[in-house]
């Protein structure tokens, strides 16, 4: 009795072990890789499936929904010898699962270097400026690049995003300086062209003060000779206009160096007709 009870109970243990490996449930997103006899044999959708207990086994289960991939920080050297620190996070999706699982040992892994040993190589194609405002540029060419591998082992690329592109310590510490130097470079240039400006401007107003001179001392010239010459026409031949007026820039000269005050004795002629008509007489003689 007890012998029939202890097989009956094996039996159903094995009942219930067998249904539990033929029967499989796959979650919504994912697809199981079925294998029989360490062959591939199929692809487990969502849902119910049956299989041949202790002849197939899910060797495989992936996820079918889009994937992250987080792309390590990495140094990379531009075409001018510059460093730059730079990242990523690409987002692909397994389309074949077959060759997911055989195309590649690992996929995820396999992704993830390609896009790092891409990207080396299209940054240090550029130039430090170029690189660093090109976000857009290699995110562009890197999905492009990597498409083709990709597609090989049952992936899609749907997007590569560049997340951090920046140059590195040393390289943040030259482009600062350079800055500064070109920011003193530029200060220099804009205080000598002011001087030079000011200079301009001063040689300039020198230059029309001394046109504006001439001009006065011209106009001043003109205005004497036209003064001397009405005088020469009203006086004509008589000398007793010409002493009146001698007489009275004479007596007027005397007045003002009587007024200064450097002058203590102003002496005056006794005769000042006399005086005045001789020095009309040396005034006609000359002429």
Do not use: C
């Not at 890197?142 to 590569?160: H, Y």
């Amino acid at each position: 009795m007890n012998a029939g009870l202890a097989i009956a109970i094996a039996l159903l243990v094995f009942v219930a072990v067998t249904i539990a490996k033929g029967v499989r449930i796959v979650p919504q997103g994912e697809e199981w890789i079925v294998e029989r006899l360490g062959k591939y044999h199929g692809t487990l959708k969502p849902g119910l499936n049956i299989l041949i207990p202790y002849l197939d086994r899910v060797a495989y289960k992936l996820v079918t929904k889009d994937i992250i991939l987080d792309v390590q920080e990495q140094e990379v050297i531009t075409r001018d010898n510059a460093v730059i620190r730079t990242n990523a996070v690409a987002f692909i999706k397994v389309t074949d699962p077959v060759r997911a699982v055989y195309g590649v040992t690992d996929f995820s892994e396999a992704i993830r270097n390609l896009i790092m040993t891409t990207l080396r190589a299209i940054v240090g194609e550029m130039e430090l400026d170029e690189a660093l405002s090109s976000r857009d540029k290699i995110k562009a060419r890197l999905r492009e690049s990597i498409a083709d591998e990709a597609v090989d082992w049952g992936l899609t690329v749907k997007s590569v995003e560049i997340q951090d592109i920046n140059p590195s310590d040393s390289m943040q510490r030259a482009m600062e300086m350079q800055a500064a130097a070109e920011r003193e470079r530029k200060a220099a240039v804009t205080k000598a062209e002011g001087a030079k400006q000011a200079a301009i401007l001063e040689a300039e107003a020198r230059l029309e003060s001394a046109k504006r001179d001439a001009n006065a001392q011209v106009m001043l010239a003109e205005a004497s000779a036209e003064s001397i010459r009405r005088v020469a026409v009203a006086i004509g031949t008589e000398s007793t206009p010409m002493l009146y007026l001698l007489g009275e820039k004479y007596i007027a000269s005397l007045e003002r160096l009587g007024q200064a005050g450097s002058s203590k004795v102003v002496v005056l002629p006794a005769d000042l007709q006399e005086t005045l008509r001789g020095l009309v007489g040396k005034l006609g003689g000359r002429g």
